[in-house]
């Protein structure tokens, strides 16, 4: 039982660029959320998948676009990656005690 | 509006000393309430729990007291270990729709042997 898994744990873009954040989780959940978190700031909520089939924006969607592919997985895509979107990217799943994955680390140039 | 805060950001304490984690929380519609650890460079791992129809829960070494007249929450450790430096963050949530975690900032408890 692997919990909460993403890929990559780190990765640089040049401003522009496009890349998507992976996340799976292995516990049955039906909500899924990606947050991001910058310093001295707490997690900020980007989009949510409150069960398959289903997406719905959070607290800071723009420049954001998410799949909730199956009920495993939900994916993060940054179209043309920005600056402002330097930050630590956290997948979660479940729905009140929220378990989440080790992070990705993105910064852009 | 909503919002949920902390009054320290740094917390240093002694080892083996209780240490008190606040948070401030402005939602009185708020149902639930958590308390996650962030140690260095992974994902926030829960700590415990609160319903608002308690003031008090307890698990191991950790407490958390709920006082709704002040929408106050806080987080207590008993003997504090050097493994329980970390960010402690406090979450609200808002039912409705979907459950909507809401995150204060954070603090950092340091641990000095």
């Known amino acids: 039982n692997a919990g909460v898994t993403q890929t990559p744990k780190f990765q640089v873009l040049k401003t522009g660029q496009s890349m998507t954040l992976q996340c799976a989780q292995d516990?049955?959940?039906?909500?899924m959320y990606w947050y991001r978190q910058d310093p001295g700031m707490g997690l900020r909520l980007i989009y949510y998948?409150?069960?398959?089939?289903?997406?719905d924006k959070g607290e800071v969607p723009n420049g954001y676009n998410v799949s909730r592919l199956n009920k495993r997985e939900f994916s993060l895509r940054l179209e043309s990656a920005a600056p402002s979107q330097t930050s630590v990217y956290f997948c979660?799943?479940?729905?009140?005690?929220?378990?989440f994955g080790p992070g990705t680390r993105l910064t852009v140039t | 509006g909503e919002s949920v805060g902390l009054h320290l950001p740094t917390l240093s304490v002694q080892e083996g000393d209780n240490s008190i984690i606040n948070c401030a929380y402005s939602n009185s519609a708020s149902d639930y309430f958590i308390w996650y650890k962030q140690e260095s460079g992974k994902g926030p791992q829960f700590i415990i729990d609160i319903r608002s129809n308690m003031d008090k829960r307890q698990g191991q070494r950790v407490t958390v007291l709920l006082n709704k007249t002040v929408k106050h929450l806080s987080l207590q450790i008993a003997a504090t270990q050097p493994g329980d430096s970390a960010v402690y963050f406090c979450?609200?949530?808002?039912?409705?729709?979907?459950?909507?975690?809401?995150f204060g900032a954070g603090t950092r408890l340091a641990v000095h042997p």
């Open positions: 998948s409150a069960s398959e089939g289903t997406t």
């Open positions: 979660a799943s479940n729905s009140y005690e929220q378990y």
């Open positions: 516990m049955n959940h039906n909500s």
């Open positions: 979450a609200e949530i808002v039912s409705g729709g979907y459950n909507k975690l809401i």
